[in-house]
């Protein structure tokens, strides 16, 4: 019998299972001539020590390893080597079987990797199962503890840092059917992690179909097999065992949407968690289809008006400029040529998203990416994540001549920290190209930047969509005015601070009535540098005054086509409707000169004295209620969800009701930035319910709607 045993160290910012080879050995289990001689003896998963080498004193808690899988990604790629090193020394019997997006396809690389880690026996370049199922066959066959066949042809073997044998072809599952292997939640390979692990915010991994259609040539998984699907029963039996157990399950799909059936599985998931007695989940996080814009946004309401999603949904761009599209072969996409269509479904029904921009792509310039950026936020998205372009081991700009035909410039950066030099986890990144140079790079982050804390932080949404729709601005017209306007016209110490306080605040913390820490359970959450400079406007009622007031004199300088008084009024309005950060009423009346719910409602302004009571009793995505106590309040207020980028209901009043002459009495519900008239927003959702549960007679709808109601004032777990 052979101690088998899993390494998948975890990125330093989530606790997320260990779900690749947690996949792998649920596979292996269905091969019962080789697990009779085998034992799987547990996960090391989790490091909150201050070196990697700490682990290897649990490694050998269920018997000490024969065998030890390793998963390689680049959130983990020096911790595991260290640990693997140290572990052949302490055991030098062990076998090793690396595999993961980090093991190097192309030779050089390959060869040098080799050679700088002779603790690896066997290396896998693609997906996994049926190289691992052979390599078991062989080392139990080696060792003479059963003898079986094997194939050889489709892993590498070294012995001492140099190859022996070659891997010649990659072997996939099942090319025709459905995967249907049992799935290792339900096997409950997971078990003793979950319980050893009772306070973190735990993340799984549903993969609901592998592989995708298209080859982004700076992403790895294009490379590999077409897609093939899982089967719903082994979906639903993984959902059914995460509905209780973790707090978020993010989709592995490359794009979820792409079938039909996935709107059922949204569905299935939505059904079991009304009818799951105690829930942990609360969020999804989830890469939409490109291609099938009706399901995608179907599929994203559903999770959303049942608040099951963590920041909205993915809309992934990466670029709107078409000869970039091109280099970067994404141009078969109907995504950039649907956006109008996506963009507008997803405002008016108030459905949040976010998009994902890459600076740095071939033939992106400075020009072209900002005019892309503008086109975004003539939308309502909740957020822009804007990164720069990363190099992948095996991405295609990777392994061949993209570096030199578009004078691709890398730069080393430290993306995981450790007090040990060799721990510490890196990133290679653009720093400039044959279209963009570094200081045009460095130009773009603070102008994102600024549209972060301005635009989606809505400090100046409102009056800046007011200019869009009525004058058409641009919105990044406003964002370089503004920047212009605070860093060369009237630059002074409090723009000074707000810049830097994007840099995590440090500088002004000891001013700070929040801190800029939290513990949640046994992690330490910060504040995003976002949040910080949202804090830095918000969190004192003489910098709001101040930056207000800076407000009506950058419009009047730069568009003085507005009339004055209007804006004086718009600027009251978008500072009103933002909440207080230093004095936070939950409830807050105000009044303007105009009808402003009904313009960003209706397009229609009245110039009618308007009151407003707006309201908040929760706050953001957590749906933290008031009573927690000020400050971890005002900590979800400002978007400091426990994950990154949340700022869904976060920074403005969420709800309330305004009244003027003409238009009467009426109530709201605001989501990023668009308001609902009169309760709306939650119609489709009640629709929702009555069809899911239409089939099952022996449901009670009541019942449902009762939980749909209460999901509106669910609490998260207490933060301590
Ligand atoms: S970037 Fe997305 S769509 Fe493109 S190849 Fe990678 S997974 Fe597929």
Redesign the pocket.
Known sequence: MLNVHGIQLNAHYTVTLPVSIGTLWAYITTREDITEHLNFTGFTVYQRTDTVLDLLDNIDKNGVPDVVMVSLYMWNRNRSNKLTKALKEKWPHVKIIVGGNDVPQHPERFKEFVNENPQYDYYVNSEGEIPLENILRKILSDKNIFVSDYLDDCFHITENGKVISKSKTKRYLNHKGELDFPSACAIGLYDDLVASLPDVELQGVLETNRG?????T??????EEKMRKFSMRRIKEELDWYIGNVHEIMLSD??FGILKRDIDIAKYLIKSKILHPNPRLHSTAI?YA?NNKERVVRIAELLEKFDFSRSGATF?L?SMNDPTLVAI??DN?SIAKDFDWIAENFTTRGIPYYHEMIMGMPLETKETFLTGMSKLLEYNPLEINVYKLAWLENSEIGLDGHTEKYQLEWAKFEQGPSIHDDEKEYAFIIDSTSTISNADMQYIRNIRDMIQILWLGKSLFYIGRYLQQEYNIEACDIIENFYKYTTVDNKNEYWDTLYLSKEDAVRDSGNFKVPLWYNYGTNRYKFTRYTNAWLYLHGSIERKEYFYKEMQKFFTLYYPQVDSYLLADLIKFNKNILVDGENINLEHTFETEYSWIEYFTTKKLNKITTTYNTKIEVAGNAKIPASVGKEKFLYYVAGGHEFMFNKQNAFGYPEGSYTNKVSGDHSFISRVGTFFPDGTYFDSAEDVLKEIFSEEKEHKLENAQMRLKLSKNITTPEVI
Request: proline share 5%; glycine share 4%; charged share 20%.
């Open positions: 995708c259609p298209y080859s982004c700076f992403c790895d998984w294009g490379l490359a794009n890469t490109k992934s990466q072969r994404r996409m």
